[in-house]
Protein backbone atom coordinates (compact mmCIF):
# COMPACT_ATOMS: atom_id res chain seq x y z
CA UNK A 1 0.00 0.00 0.00
CA UNK A 2 3.24 2.05 0.51
CA UNK A 3 4.01 1.88 -3.16
CA UNK A 4 0.63 2.52 -4.36
CA UNK A 5 0.66 5.78 -1.90
CA UNK A 6 4.08 7.08 -3.57
CA UNK A 7 2.75 6.34 -7.21
CA UNK A 8 -0.13 7.77 -6.72
CA UNK A 9 2.09 10.82 -5.76
CA UNK A 10 4.25 11.06 -8.73
CA UNK A 11 6.74 8.34 -7.77
CA UNK A 12 7.44 6.43 -10.88
CA UNK A 13 10.07 4.53 -9.05
CA UNK A 14 7.23 3.20 -7.09
CA UNK A 15 5.52 1.53 -9.84
CA UNK A 16 9.06 -0.18 -10.99
CA UNK A 17 8.93 -1.28 -8.07
CA UNK A 18 5.22 -2.75 -7.94
CA UNK A 19 6.20 -4.48 -11.89
CA UNK A 20 9.17 -6.16 -9.97
CA UNK A 21 7.28 -7.64 -7.27
CA UNK A 22 4.40 -8.73 -8.89
CA UNK A 23 5.18 -9.40 -12.45
CA UNK A 24 6.06 -13.24 -12.14
CA UNK A 25 3.78 -14.36 -10.12
CA UNK A 26 0.98 -12.84 -12.22
CA UNK A 27 2.61 -13.85 -15.24
CA UNK A 28 2.56 -17.39 -13.74
CA UNK A 29 -1.23 -16.85 -12.65
CA UNK A 30 -2.14 -16.38 -15.89
CA UNK A 31 -0.57 -19.19 -17.21
CA UNK A 32 -2.24 -21.69 -14.49
CA UNK A 33 -5.41 -20.16 -16.17
CA UNK A 34 -4.96 -21.01 -19.28
CA UNK A 35 -2.98 -18.23 -21.27
CA UNK A 36 -0.82 -18.99 -23.88
CA UNK A 37 2.96 -18.70 -22.68
CA UNK A 38 3.72 -16.23 -25.73
CA UNK A 39 1.31 -14.14 -24.28
CA UNK A 40 1.73 -13.85 -21.09
CA UNK A 41 4.07 -10.84 -21.43
CA UNK A 42 1.67 -8.91 -23.18
CA UNK A 43 -1.08 -9.75 -20.91
CA UNK A 44 1.23 -9.04 -17.88
CA UNK A 45 2.04 -5.66 -19.41
CA UNK A 46 -1.37 -4.69 -19.96
CA UNK A 47 -2.47 -5.76 -16.53
CA UNK A 48 -0.22 -3.15 -15.43
CA UNK A 49 -1.09 -0.66 -17.52
CA UNK A 50 -5.02 -0.96 -16.66
CA UNK A 51 -4.29 -1.31 -13.19
CA UNK A 52 -1.68 2.20 -12.91
CA UNK A 53 -4.12 4.04 -14.83
CA UNK A 54 -7.57 2.98 -12.84
CA UNK A 55 -5.23 3.73 -9.36
CA UNK A 56 -6.38 7.46 -9.20
CA UNK A 57 -10.00 6.06 -8.55
CA UNK A 58 -9.27 3.16 -6.67
CA UNK A 59 -10.89 2.82 -3.25
CA UNK A 60 -8.41 0.04 -2.06
CA UNK A 61 -10.66 -2.63 -0.68
CA UNK A 62 -8.83 -5.50 -1.56
CA UNK A 63 -4.84 -5.45 -2.04
CA UNK A 64 -3.08 -4.07 -4.68
CA UNK A 65 -1.78 -7.90 -5.62
CA UNK A 66 -5.47 -9.15 -5.47
CA UNK A 67 -6.91 -5.90 -7.53
CA UNK A 68 -4.24 -6.68 -9.70
CA UNK A 69 -4.51 -10.40 -10.49
CA UNK A 70 -8.70 -9.97 -10.93
CA UNK A 71 -8.19 -7.19 -13.88
CA UNK A 72 -5.19 -10.08 -15.32
CA UNK A 73 -7.99 -12.62 -14.81
CA UNK A 74 -10.15 -10.28 -16.85
CA UNK A 75 -8.19 -9.70 -19.94
CA UNK A 76 -7.26 -13.44 -19.82
CA UNK A 77 -11.03 -14.05 -20.11
CA UNK A 78 -11.40 -11.24 -22.88
CA UNK A 79 -8.84 -12.99 -24.95
CA UNK A 80 -10.06 -16.65 -24.50
CA UNK A 81 -13.91 -15.31 -25.39
CA UNK A 82 -11.53 -13.63 -29.20
CA UNK A 83 -9.75 -16.81 -29.53
CA UNK A 84 -13.12 -18.74 -29.58
CA UNK A 85 -12.50 -20.59 -26.17
CA UNK A 86 -9.49 -22.61 -27.47
CA UNK A 87 -6.70 -23.09 -24.94
CA UNK A 88 -3.69 -24.37 -26.32
CA UNK A 89 -1.20 -26.69 -23.20
CA UNK A 90 1.97 -26.80 -25.25
CA UNK A 91 4.36 -29.40 -25.48
CA UNK A 92 7.53 -27.98 -23.64
CA UNK A 93 11.08 -28.95 -23.87
CA UNK A 94 10.88 -29.72 -20.12
CA UNK A 95 8.11 -32.30 -21.05
CA UNK A 96 10.17 -34.60 -22.87
CA UNK A 97 11.10 -37.48 -20.62
CA UNK A 98 14.35 -36.65 -19.31
CA UNK A 99 16.50 -40.11 -19.45
CA UNK A 100 18.22 -39.41 -16.71
CA UNK A 101 15.61 -39.50 -14.55
CA UNK A 102 12.67 -40.67 -16.51
CA UNK A 103 10.26 -41.54 -13.07
CA UNK A 104 10.50 -38.30 -11.00
CA UNK A 105 11.12 -35.66 -13.36
CA UNK A 106 8.57 -36.66 -15.67
CA UNK A 107 5.89 -37.26 -12.84
CA UNK A 108 6.05 -33.84 -11.90
CA UNK A 109 5.80 -32.64 -15.59
CA UNK A 110 2.75 -34.95 -16.48
CA UNK A 111 1.01 -33.98 -13.44
CA UNK A 112 1.55 -29.94 -14.09
CA UNK A 113 0.71 -30.44 -17.36
CA UNK A 114 -2.21 -31.96 -16.17
CA UNK A 115 -3.07 -30.11 -13.40
CA UNK A 116 -3.31 -26.65 -15.67
CA UNK A 117 -5.48 -28.93 -18.44
CA UNK A 118 -7.64 -29.60 -15.45
CA UNK A 119 -7.37 -25.91 -14.15
CA UNK A 120 -9.02 -24.94 -17.66
CA UNK A 121 -12.09 -27.17 -17.12
CA UNK A 122 -12.87 -25.36 -14.26
CA UNK A 123 -15.58 -22.98 -13.51
CA UNK A 124 -13.94 -19.79 -13.71
CA UNK A 125 -14.54 -18.49 -9.59
CA UNK A 126 -13.21 -21.96 -8.58
CA UNK A 127 -10.30 -21.98 -10.72
CA UNK A 128 -9.48 -18.00 -9.61
CA UNK A 129 -10.05 -18.97 -5.94
CA UNK A 130 -8.14 -22.34 -6.05
CA UNK A 131 -4.95 -20.92 -8.03
CA UNK A 132 -4.81 -17.62 -5.62
CA UNK A 133 -4.97 -20.05 -2.56
CA UNK A 134 -2.46 -22.41 -3.75
CA UNK A 135 -0.36 -21.05 -6.36
CA UNK A 136 -0.02 -17.84 -4.59
CA UNK A 137 -0.80 -18.70 -0.78
CA UNK A 138 -3.15 -15.81 -0.30
CA UNK A 139 -5.47 -16.07 2.70
CA UNK A 140 -9.58 -16.32 2.38
CA UNK A 141 -9.39 -12.45 3.58
CA UNK A 142 -7.40 -11.30 0.69
CA UNK A 143 -9.11 -13.35 -1.80
CA UNK A 144 -12.93 -12.79 -0.85
CA UNK A 145 -11.86 -8.99 -1.19
CA UNK A 146 -10.18 -9.83 -4.27
CA UNK A 147 -12.60 -11.52 -5.82
CA UNK A 148 -15.93 -9.46 -4.35
CA UNK A 149 -16.86 -12.94 -2.32
CA UNK A 150 -17.25 -13.82 1.04
CA UNK A 151 -14.51 -15.98 2.83
CA UNK A 152 -16.95 -18.90 3.12
CA UNK A 153 -17.72 -18.92 -0.78
CA UNK A 154 -14.65 -18.63 -1.39
CA UNK A 155 -14.04 -21.66 0.90
CA UNK A 156 -16.80 -23.18 -0.82
CA UNK A 157 -15.30 -22.97 -3.72
CA UNK A 158 -11.64 -23.66 -2.93
CA UNK A 159 -13.32 -26.96 -1.72
CA UNK A 160 -14.85 -27.69 -5.19
CA UNK A 161 -11.77 -26.91 -7.09
CA UNK A 162 -9.82 -29.47 -5.15
CA UNK A 163 -12.32 -31.81 -5.21
CA UNK A 164 -12.81 -32.00 -9.03
CA UNK A 165 -8.69 -31.65 -9.59
CA UNK A 166 -7.76 -34.46 -7.31
CA UNK A 167 -10.94 -36.57 -9.04
CA UNK A 168 -8.52 -35.63 -12.23
CA UNK A 169 -5.31 -36.37 -10.99
CA UNK A 170 -6.53 -39.81 -10.35
CA UNK B 1 -5.36 -32.45 12.27
CA UNK B 2 -9.04 -33.89 12.02
CA UNK B 3 -9.35 -37.63 12.86
CA UNK B 4 -9.41 -38.58 9.30
CA UNK B 5 -7.59 -35.86 7.14
CA UNK B 6 -4.88 -32.98 7.75
CA UNK B 7 -7.09 -30.02 7.69
CA UNK B 8 -6.94 -28.02 3.97
CA UNK B 9 -5.19 -24.88 5.17
CA UNK B 10 -2.87 -27.26 6.91
CA UNK B 11 -1.95 -28.88 3.30
CA UNK B 12 -1.47 -25.24 1.84
CA UNK B 13 1.18 -24.33 4.02
CA UNK B 14 2.84 -27.48 3.80
CA UNK B 15 2.94 -27.23 -0.23
CA UNK B 16 4.62 -23.64 0.55
CA UNK B 17 8.75 -24.38 -0.15
CA UNK B 18 10.25 -24.96 3.69
CA UNK B 19 7.50 -26.34 5.43
CA UNK B 20 7.71 -29.09 6.72
CA UNK B 21 5.50 -31.99 8.22
CA UNK B 22 5.16 -32.85 12.40
CA UNK B 23 5.97 -36.52 12.94
CA UNK B 24 2.15 -37.21 13.58
CA UNK B 25 1.40 -35.64 9.76
CA UNK B 26 4.20 -37.20 8.47
CA UNK B 27 2.50 -40.84 9.55
CA UNK B 28 -0.42 -39.64 8.28
CA UNK B 29 0.75 -38.79 4.91
CA UNK B 30 2.19 -41.92 4.17
CA UNK B 31 -0.72 -43.73 4.86
CA UNK B 32 -3.29 -41.82 3.34
CA UNK B 33 -3.46 -41.68 -0.08
CA UNK B 34 -6.41 -38.86 0.08
CA UNK B 35 -3.82 -36.70 1.58
CA UNK B 36 -1.04 -37.47 -0.36
CA UNK B 37 -2.29 -36.47 -3.50
CA UNK B 38 -4.00 -33.29 -2.50
CA UNK B 39 -0.51 -31.99 -0.89
CA UNK B 40 0.84 -33.51 -3.99
CA UNK B 41 -1.45 -31.52 -6.28
CA UNK B 42 -1.15 -28.19 -4.38
CA UNK B 43 2.96 -28.61 -4.49
CA UNK B 44 2.63 -29.26 -8.17
CA UNK B 45 0.48 -25.98 -8.35
CA UNK B 46 2.88 -23.57 -6.46
CA UNK B 47 5.27 -25.08 -9.07
CA UNK B 48 3.17 -24.38 -11.70
CA UNK B 49 4.27 -21.58 -14.03
CA UNK B 50 7.77 -21.17 -12.57
CA UNK B 51 9.17 -22.53 -16.65
CA UNK B 52 6.84 -20.42 -18.47
CA UNK B 53 7.85 -16.76 -17.04
CA UNK B 54 11.59 -17.38 -17.13
CA UNK B 55 11.97 -15.35 -20.21
CA UNK B 56 9.66 -12.94 -18.16
CA UNK B 57 12.05 -10.00 -17.35
CA UNK B 58 9.54 -7.70 -15.07
CA UNK B 59 11.93 -4.66 -15.47
CA UNK B 60 11.73 -4.65 -19.21
CA UNK B 61 7.36 -4.88 -18.35
CA UNK B 62 7.99 -2.12 -15.95
CA UNK B 63 10.07 0.15 -18.20
CA UNK B 64 6.94 -0.94 -21.35
CA UNK B 65 4.20 0.33 -18.94
CA UNK B 66 5.94 3.47 -18.03
CA UNK B 67 6.48 4.26 -21.32
CA UNK B 68 2.54 3.72 -22.44
CA UNK B 69 1.72 5.44 -19.12
CA UNK B 70 3.67 8.75 -20.20
CA UNK B 71 2.23 8.70 -23.81
CA UNK B 72 -1.53 7.93 -22.60
CA UNK B 73 -3.72 11.13 -22.10
CA UNK B 74 -4.70 11.03 -18.14
CA UNK B 75 -7.25 8.74 -17.26
CA UNK B 76 -11.13 10.02 -17.40
CA UNK B 77 -13.47 9.14 -14.28
CA UNK B 78 -16.05 6.38 -15.22
CA UNK B 79 -19.11 9.05 -14.65
CA UNK B 80 -17.75 12.12 -16.53
CA UNK B 81 -17.48 9.94 -19.69
CA UNK B 82 -19.98 11.37 -22.56
CA UNK B 83 -19.79 8.22 -24.81
CA UNK B 84 -20.67 6.17 -21.71
CA UNK B 85 -23.45 8.70 -20.90
CA UNK B 86 -25.16 8.59 -24.10
CA UNK B 87 -24.59 4.88 -24.34
CA UNK B 88 -26.77 4.06 -20.86
CA UNK B 89 -29.23 6.67 -21.91
CA UNK B 90 -29.72 4.85 -25.46
CA UNK B 91 -29.59 1.48 -24.00
CA UNK B 92 -32.53 2.79 -21.34
CA UNK B 93 -34.72 4.16 -24.53
CA UNK B 94 -34.39 0.53 -25.67
CA UNK B 95 -35.11 -0.79 -23.04
CA UNK B 96 -38.26 1.31 -21.99
CA UNK B 97 -39.30 1.15 -25.74
CA UNK B 98 -39.21 -2.44 -25.31
CA UNK B 99 -40.83 -2.41 -22.19
CA UNK B 100 -43.59 -0.40 -23.45
CA UNK B 101 -44.45 -2.77 -26.31
CA UNK B 102 -44.88 -5.71 -24.77
CA UNK B 103 -47.47 -4.26 -22.29
CA UNK B 104 -50.65 -4.24 -22.85
CA UNK B 105 -51.87 -0.68 -24.33
CA UNK B 106 -54.35 0.69 -21.53
CA UNK B 107 -57.41 2.07 -22.32
CA UNK B 108 -57.31 0.97 -25.77
CA UNK B 109 -60.52 1.05 -27.56
CA UNK B 110 -60.89 -1.75 -30.02
CA UNK B 111 -60.64 -1.71 -33.43
CA UNK B 112 -63.85 -2.89 -34.27
CA UNK B 113 -65.61 -0.59 -32.17
CA UNK B 114 -64.52 2.42 -33.62
CA UNK B 115 -65.09 1.24 -37.36
CA UNK B 116 -68.84 0.66 -36.06
CA UNK B 117 -69.16 3.99 -34.97
CA UNK B 118 -67.84 4.92 -38.21
CA UNK B 119 -70.56 3.62 -39.98
CA UNK B 120 -73.15 5.02 -39.34
CA UNK B 121 -71.76 8.01 -40.65
CA UNK B 122 -72.02 9.41 -44.40
CA UNK B 123 -69.28 9.85 -47.42
CA UNK B 124 -69.47 14.15 -46.17
CA UNK B 125 -70.01 13.70 -42.71
CA UNK B 126 -66.52 11.21 -43.01
CA UNK B 127 -64.85 13.56 -44.80
CA UNK B 128 -65.48 16.47 -42.16
CA UNK B 129 -64.14 14.22 -39.19
CA UNK B 130 -61.35 13.24 -41.68
CA UNK B 131 -60.58 17.13 -41.80
CA UNK B 132 -60.28 17.25 -38.26
CA UNK B 133 -57.22 15.09 -38.08
CA UNK B 134 -53.95 17.19 -38.58
CA UNK B 135 -52.17 16.58 -42.06
CA UNK B 136 -49.26 16.05 -40.04
CA UNK B 137 -50.11 13.26 -38.07
CA UNK B 138 -51.53 11.36 -40.92
CA UNK B 139 -47.78 11.55 -42.73
CA UNK B 140 -45.85 10.21 -39.33
CA UNK B 141 -45.67 6.55 -39.42
CA UNK B 142 -46.42 5.01 -35.49
CA UNK B 143 -43.30 4.62 -33.99
CA UNK B 144 -43.80 1.17 -32.70
CA UNK B 145 -44.04 0.10 -36.21
CA UNK B 146 -40.96 1.20 -36.84
CA UNK B 147 -37.18 -0.61 -36.68
CA UNK B 148 -35.27 1.01 -34.08
CA UNK B 149 -32.43 1.62 -36.21
CA UNK B 150 -34.80 4.43 -37.76
CA UNK B 151 -36.12 5.98 -34.95
CA UNK B 152 -34.34 9.69 -35.08
CA UNK B 153 -33.42 11.76 -31.57
CA UNK B 154 -36.94 13.23 -32.21
CA UNK B 155 -38.44 9.88 -32.03
CA UNK B 156 -36.65 8.80 -29.20
CA UNK B 157 -37.76 11.83 -27.37
CA UNK B 158 -40.93 10.78 -27.66
CA UNK B 159 -41.17 7.16 -26.72
CA UNK B 160 -39.41 8.62 -23.71
CA UNK B 161 -41.80 11.27 -22.91
CA UNK B 162 -45.07 8.23 -23.51
CA UNK B 163 -42.61 5.96 -20.93
CA UNK B 164 -43.45 8.98 -18.65
CA UNK B 165 -47.22 8.65 -18.87
CA UNK B 166 -47.24 5.17 -18.34
Redesign the interface.
Known amino acids: MELVAAYRQGS?SA??EL??RH??AL??????AGAD?GE??DL??ES??KA???L??WRGEASFRGWLFRIGANLRKDQYRRIGGRVTVPI?D?EIADVADPEGEMG?ND??KR??EGLVSLPRLQREV??L???Q?MGYEEICAALGTTAGAARVH??HA?KR??DL?? | MTDDHIEADRLVELAANGVLPTAAEDGHLAACADCRLERQLLSSARRLGTDAVLALDPAVVAARVRERLAGAPAPVAAWHRPKRWLTMLAAAAVLLFVVRLSLPERHAVPAATVLNELDGLSSEELEVVLATIPATALSVPRIDEMPLSELTADDLERVLRSMEDL
Open positions: EATVLGRGRYLYAPIEVQFFFRASGEHAMELRFLRAQGYHVLKMQ
